[in-house]
């Protein structure tokens, strides 16, 4: 494993040593989450992608990334990991990202089209939020923020809030909400990131920018991103191939939460794909 800190200080680790002239497969988190909740998938990835670096980082607010930005926008994770991905001079990376970090993951399509030659996004939006959103999330907000640590009933309501029916005694949620005490207690390690979310600015009219394959995977019951969502996004991407994985009955946290063998194998066979 090679691991460390960008010069603005986000963290970084890959499974194997860095090679640096090996395509990148680069794995970005959810809100309020770090890179160990792609852990599962990587080592399910590792043994048959030994060619390309699997590399997993912290945002800004995030994981062990504790001395970059206070304050950021979406746009601004996204420029930090691109300085990131030039220090360690890794030009040819698929993108898998999650939730906020596939608002991140197109963003960075975006602003780097010659580094970024294939998108994976789960639970993903390129929406600006909605009234209802930004309710809903400063409504948790208050709840989460009133007390030093969220209360186990908070927490509850957030991971149930997710959709797909899940447990929230199930080892998976009881690590989640370990996490979040241990990171996400407190208004300062929670609203910088909310706010970035909630100023988020649509993406949709500039989708048709996007030349690069992407896989869009997404659950049945997602409650935070609705599958529409999903659908808008593919239908944007008119100059590009786009392919939409439903997964039935479940909700937004596609990884993490759930045995993910399927997003794995569907990861692992884009990569195939685009790289062929």
């Known amino acids: 494993m090679s691991s460390g800190f960008s010069s603005n200080s986000l963290y970084w680790q890959t499974q194997a040593p860095l090679q640096k002239g090996n395509a990148t497969i680069l794995f970005i988190h959810a809100s309020w989450m770090s890179s160990t909740m792609w852990e599962e998938t990587v080592?399910?990835?590792?043994?048959?992608?030994?060619?390309?670096?699997?590399?997993?980082?912290?945002?800004?607010?995030?994981?062990?990334?504790?001395?970059?930005?206070?304050?950021?926008?979406?746009?601004?994770?996204?420029?930090?990991?691109?300085?990131?991905?030039?220090?360690?001079?890794?030009?040819?990376?698929?993108?898998?990202?999650?939730?906020?970090?596939?608002?991140?993951?197109?963003?960075?399509?975006?602003?780097?089209?010659?580094?970024?030659?294939?998108?994976?996004?789960?639970?993903?939006?390129?929406?600006?939020?909605?009234?209802?959103?930004?309710?809903?999330?400063?409504?948790?907000?208050?709840?989460?923020?009133?007390?030093?640590?969220?209360?186990?009933?908070?927490?509850?309501?957030?991971?149930?809030?997710?959709?797909?029916?899940?447990?929230?005694?199930?080892?998976?949620?009881?690590?989640?909400?370990?996490?979040?005490?241990?990171?996400?207690?407190?208004?300062?390690?929670?609203?910088?990131?909310?706010?970035?979310?909630?100023e988020r600015d649509t993406l949709l009219d500039r989708l048709g920018e996007i030349r690069v394959p992407v896989l869009l995977i997404h659950g049945e019951d997602d409650k935070t991103y609705p599958l529409e969502d999903a659908v808008d996004i593919k239908e944007q991407l008119v100059n590009t191939d786009v392919r939409l994985e439903v997964i039935k009955d479940e909700g937004h946290l596609l990884i993490h939460l759930r045995e993910a063998k399927d997003v794995a194998e569907w990861i692992q066979a884009f990569k195939q794909r685009v790289l062929a």
């Open 43 to 198: 080592q399910l990835l590792a043994p048959h992608l030994s060619d390309v670096n699997l590399l997993r980082i912290d945002l800004n607010g995030h994981g062990k990334t504790t001395a970059g930005r206070k304050e950021y926008t979406l746009w601004d994770q996204a420029e930090d990991v691109l300085a990131l991905l030039g220090e360690l001079e890794l030009s040819q990376v698929i993108i898998a990202a999650i939730s906020m970090g596939s608002m991140i993951a197109l963003r960075l399509a975006l602003l780097n089209p010659a580094r970024v030659v294939g998108l994976v996004l789960l639970g993903s939006n390129a929406s600006a939020v909605t009234d209802v959103q930004r309710s809903a999330f400063y409504q948790l907000r208050d709840i989460w923020v009133a007390t030093p640590a969220p209360s186990e009933q908070i927490m509850n309501a957030a991971i149930l809030g997710w959709g797909g029916n899940p447990d929230v005694d199930s080892p998976r949620a009881i690590q989640i909400k370990k996490d979040w005490v241990h990171r996400h207690s407190g208004a300062e390690n929670v609203v910088p990131t909310l706010n970035s979310m909630m």
